[in-house]
Every structure is written in C-alpha cells, then in structure tokens.
C-alpha cells in the first residue's frame, strides 16, 4: 500500500505499473481545460476536504435532499485506500488536474454533479439525491488500461466501488453474448468475427468462475481486472454484429495524393463500404479544388465521402459573416459529397459563441442545397471539465430541439488520453442511442497519441507503444460503436496520414497481422490502416 500522495499502487496489474509523471500543462488535447477552471465555469468546487463536502450535500439544485453513501475502494491487497490514494491513482500522478470522479444519472449518464466525493474521518464519502438512481463515474486503470469506471450505486448504505462496477460489466456482458447468439437477432457473427466472439465468451466465463467461487468483496480489483478483460474482448467481439452499409472510416486532414488515396481504400474499403471525413481548415478555392478532385477520385473508388463544414478548433475565430461564407464556399465547391459534419465537437468549451446556432444553419443549408446526410459531432467526457460540457448533458440540452431535427448521424468524438473511455464505450454508445431513438449513431473521430494528443495522462492498450495502442483501441471502439442496429460508422480515425507516415520506420508485424508497415508503397499499410482493414473484415455483412 502506498502512502497517501504517492506513487500509484493501486488494484490490477496497469494500476501498479502506473508512472507518476511531472505536471502536465493546464490544457490537454482537443482545448478542454481541466478542474482547474471549474470554479470559474460554474462547476462544483474541487472535493476533498470540508468544502466539498458541504457542497455537495446541499444537493445539485442547492435543494434537493440526498442521502450520503460511504464508498470502499480497496488495492490489489484487498485493504481499502485513502481518497489520497484513490486520486493518485485516478489522475494517473497528475495532480488535481486529473481529479474527474463524476456522479451520473445512471439510466441517461448525465453528469448530475462534478467532484462528489469527499473525506470524513477516514472515509470516503459521496452525496447523492435522493429517489434517483446515480453512478459514480471516474478514471481507473487495469491491464487493458484506463477506463471510464462506472459504477451503479445503491440508494443508501455502503458500497465497494471496483465490485460493484465489475458485476456490472458482468452482467451487460451476459445480455449482450445472449443477443450475439440469438439467430433472430443481428447477423451472427462469421470468421474471426466469431473467434473473436469465442474469445469474449471465454472471459466472460472466467469473471463467472471467479464469482462462483464466492470471491469477496476484498478482491473487487481482481474480478474487475477479469470483467475489464472480458468487456474490451466482447466490444472488439461486436464488429461481427455491424449492420449491412455502416461504415469504417478515416478521417484525412489535408488533400491526400493518389499514392495516399489508395491507402485510404485499402484500409477502410477492404470488405464493406469504406468512407472518409475530410477536414477543410482551408477553404480558399485553390484548397477546395484539391479536395474536389480527391473527393471524386475515392467515390469513384466506392468510399463514402463526408466534408466538415468547420472544425471545432477553428469556429471561434470566426464571425457570424465568416462562418455563413466558409458554409457557402465548401458547399458550393464540392456539391456531391455523401454526407456533411454539420458541426464538430459540440460540448467543448473552445467553441466560441453559439455552435449550436452555427450548426443549425449548416444543417439547414445542407438539406436545402443537397442530397448529403448531415452528421453532428458531440464531445466525449463524463466528468473531466464542467458539468455543462459533458456529453449527455449536451446531449439532453439538444434533444428536441430544431437542430436535431435536422441532424441525420449523431457522432461523437473521443480522445481516450485526455477522457478515457475504456470498458464504458458499449454503455455510452447506447446510452446515445437510447436519447436520439430516431438517429443513427456512430464514432465520428478518434485519436490517440502523436503531435497534440499525447498530453492526456491517461492509457489505453499499451503505456509504452504507440501503434500497440491504437491497434488495440480502434479494435475496441470500432467494435462497440458498430455492434448494434442503429450503428452509422467508426472509427473516422485522426490524423489517419501521419499516423501511417509515422509507423513507416516500424516495420515490426506488432499485430500480428502479417508484413510490416511499408509507409504508403503499393498495397502496403502501417498498424492504423491494418487495424482499419482487419475491422472491415471481421464485420458481418459486406457493405453496400
């Protein structure tokens, strides 16, 4: 056991591998600030100590009663910790800039307060309102890396966090290998869609082992390690349950050349309809007719091709005037694409003013201009920055609203370094689909690593290797994202072309795939484009 304020030691075998790394900048990633900036954002004050504790009790409204629960987390030993060893372990070393425990409805994962717990002789404590069903939410590492741990919450008493939240995956798991196997249901799975679906199935039946043998509480690390195993197996599983026409896209930030256009076909056009996301930073004519002529070259190709009409990094520094003429400019110098991101990013607190405005008359525009579909884009995060920010508190905030009616796809974008996401990613991708029933849904970018992504503290797959990572986590996320009836596509993959540039010098087969990366020669692709490739394969159904 650690001593409170130091190093990580905390349950599972990547809590007590974890570094403790020197203080990271007040922003990570995409622009989102962290609980730094809550007190001024209207957030709840950082928990703790006594503040945070009367904070909290007052209820979320100020008003509401709430019943204080006492929470055990314990360490791979079994002995419970200190909230000073939980942080440590739950900001990867990082400090209160990685303090981002969260209390949610449990049914609609909207954040209903940020920073609940708190400390009281020894205890560690958390306020929650009564007659409504919440769950704690926060970071928490096992082998597979850090996840968005979530765990349901009795309405009084007590309870052992890392247990409760690991019978939690255990019983989703067991609902979904029922719907795997149904005949009934989706197309079962078929070649190493179903081996990958054995491979759930037997973690699966090893959590089942271990509670049969009457596991205790005091072990809750231990058979949330097991869970953890089992849930990123059956989300990798659940690519063999994609419905016919989702699509696996890449996502291109500037005009690919033909050698790179036919990266992107090989990679996400292997065995089902493929598609890209192009990002149109500039939107000068001699840039739009670049991506003109390579928009024509893939959809002649068979790849779905989907403009961003602004991404979110460069809306605030647009008027109202600019942002109507970049509109008119991308729309009208590339009329045939096949679908149009709307708007980037909703929920991040870079936007500038009104994004919701701006996407609504780009979702306008669309449907009075063309044929496209229009897709929105929603910032991941359950309790990294405010409470007004997280993704289905956006997401409430939307519901019903003009721009929804607009909207066709409604996406969301995750950077696991700077929120992690981990075993919750089949629980949030249907909790978005439980609030838009009438849309489909997808993973509209992801990232990981590289240039501007590698602040986050948090891991994903591998701590160490890059390319490990993303293999691991586009193999998971795709998965989770595909895998049920109302899926769009995923992963529309960030920075797709300097990921594979990047991994052209490491021609090691670290997937096991075959052939090294060759950095773009004939045919040849790095770990990101195979990673691409093998989820096009392993779904189902071929696309149309």
């Not at 979530?150 to 052992?160: F, K, R, T, V």
């Not at 939107?283 to 790849?303: H, K, N, T």
């Not at 005037?321 to 909703?346: H, I, Q, T, Y």
């Not at 195979?530 to 189902?540: G, I, P, V």
Request: charged share 20%.
């Amino acid at each position: 056991m650690t001593e409170p304020g130091g190093a990580p030691a905390g349950p599972g075998d990547g809590a007590s591998r974890l570094p403790g790394p020197p203080g990271a900048p007040e922003a990570t990633g995409r622009g989102m600030t962290r609980r730094r900036a809550l007190l001024t954002a209207g957030g709840l004050a950082l928990a703790g100590g006594a503040a945070g504790a009367l904070m909290t009790r007052l209820g979320p409204d100020g008003a509401s009663p709430t019943t204080t629960i006492t929470l055990v987390l314990r360490d791979a030993d079994g002995a419970p910790m200190t909230l000073a060893q939980v942080r440590a372990i739950q900001s990867a070393g990082k400090g209160e800039d990685g303090y981002d425990d969260a209390l949610l409805d449990s049914t609609t994962l909207e954040v209903i307060a940020i920073g609940p717990l708190y400390e009281e002789d020894g205890a560690i404590l958390v306020d929650v309102p009564e007659g409504r069903d919440c769950a704690l939410c926060l970071s928490w590492p096992t082998s597979q890396g850090y996840s968005a741990l979530i765990a349901d919450l009795p309405p009084h008493g007590s309870a052992e966090v890392l247990t409760l939240a690991a019978r939690d995956l255990h019983q989703r798991q067991r609902a979904a290998l029922a719907a795997l196997a149904d005949p009934s249901g989706a197309a079962g799975p078929t070649g190493r869609a179903a081996s990958a679906l054995e491979a759930s199935r037997r973690a699966h039946a090893a959590t089942q082992s271990a509670i049969d043998s009457g596991i205790g509480d005091e072990q809750g690390a231990r058979l949330l390690e097991l869970a953890a195993a089992a849930q990123v197996a059956l989300d990798t599983a659940l690519i063999g349950a994609a419905p016919p026409g989702a699509l696996i896209g890449a996502t291109l930030t500037e005009a690919p050349s033909p050698q790179q256009r036919g990266a992107v076909i090989a990679a996400t056009g292997s065995a089902r309809r493929g598609a890209v996301r192009l990002v149109l930073d500039d939107a000068s004519a001699p840039a739009l007719a670049a991506w003109r002529e390579a928009a024509d070259a893939l959809q002649r190709a068979g790849i779905h091709v989907m403009g961003q009409i602004c991404d979110s990094e460069g809306l605030a520094a647009l008027s109202d005037s600019d942002f109507d003429k970049r509109l008119d400019a991308v729309l009208a110098a590339l009329p045939g694409l096949d679908s149009w991101e709307v708007g980037n990013e909703l929920g991040g607190d870079w936007l500038g003013e009104d994004p919701v405005g701006r996407a609504t008359r780009a979702a306008r525009a669309v449907k009075e201009r063309t044929g496209a579909l229009t897709v929105l884009t929603l910032y991941y995060q359950l309790g990294q920055a405010a409470a007004q920010g997280a993704l289905f508190n956006v997401a409430a905030s939307l519901a019903g609203g003009e721009l929804m009616g607009l909207v066709d796809v409604v996406g969301i974008s995750v950077y696991p370094q700077s929120h992690p996401l981990g075993t919750a990613a089949d629980r949030v991708m249907s909790a978005l689909a439980d609030r838009f029933p009438g849309k489909r849904v997808a993973v509209t970018e992801l990232g990981y690593g590289g240039g501007d992504l590698d602040e986050g503290p948090w891991w994903f797959g591998s701590r160490e290797d890059a390319d490990a990572a993303r293999i691991a986590l586009i193999a998971q996320v795709t998965g989770a994202a595909l895998g049920r009836p109302q899926a769009w596509g995923a992963p529309f993959w960030w920075y797709f072309l300097d990921d594979e540039e990047a991994s052209a010098s490491g021609a090691d087969d670290a997937d096991g795939s075959g052939g090294g990366a060759s950095g773009g020669g004939p045919g040849g692709l790095g770990p990101v484009g195979r990673s691409l490739k093998r989820a096009s394969e392993r779904a189902s159904a071929p696309g149309s």
